[in-house]
Nanobody
Framework: QVQLVESGGGSVQAGGSLRFSCVAS????????MGWFRQVPGKEREFVAA????????YYTDSVKGRFTISRDNTKNTVYLQMNSLEPEDTAVYSC?????????????????WGQGAQVTVSS
C-alpha cells in the first residue's frame, strides 16, 4: 500500500505559476513510476505527466508540453509538478498516482493509490 498526499494547489491569474508536491509513504517510493492527472467536474481524469522511478525519463500530454515540468526527489519521497504559463483551461483538481500499467501508460486505470487531489483555479 502507498499513501499519497498532494499540496500546493491554489488560485492564480493566467500566465502565473504554481507547484504541486506529492509526498508518498508506505512503500519504497523509488520503486515506482509516478504520474499526475487532472479532472474537471463531469469529465474523466486526464493524464498530465509521468516520470520514471529514477527521474531520468518523463512524458507529457501535448497541451502542457513546454509549460509543465514533472520531477521527483527520491530522498524526500516526493514528486513535483511545476506549472508555468497557466491558462484557464488548466483549472482542475490535480492528483498524483502510482503507475501500474507499465511505462507509457496514460489511462487512469493504469494508475493506483491516488492522492486526495488539490484544486487549481486559473482566472483570465
Amino acid at each position: 500500500q502507498v499513501q499519497l498526499v498532494e499540496s500546493g494547489g491554489g488560485s492564480v491569474q493566467a500566465g502565473g505559476s504554481l507547484r504541486f508536491s506529492c509526498v508518498a509513504s508506505g512503500r519504497t517510493f523509488s520503486n515506482y513510476d509516478m504520474g499526475w492527472f487532472r479532472q474537471v467536474p463531469g469529465k474523466e481524469r486526464e493524464f498530465v505527466a509521468a516520470i520514471s522511478r529514477s527521474g531520468k525519463f518523463t512524458y507529457y500530454t501535448d497541451s502542457v508540453k513546454g509549460r509543465f515540468t514533472i520531477s521527483r526527489d527520491n530522498t524526500k519521497n516526493t514528486v513535483y509538478l511545476q506549472m508555468n504559463s497557466l491558462e484557464p483551461e488548466d483549472t482542475a483538481v490535480y492528483s498524483c498516482a502510482v503507475q501500474r500499467g507499465g511505462w507509457g501508460s496514460r489511462g487512469p486505470n493504469d494508475y493506483d493509490y491516488w492522492g486526495q487531489g488539490a484544486q487549481v483555479t486559473v482566472s483570465s
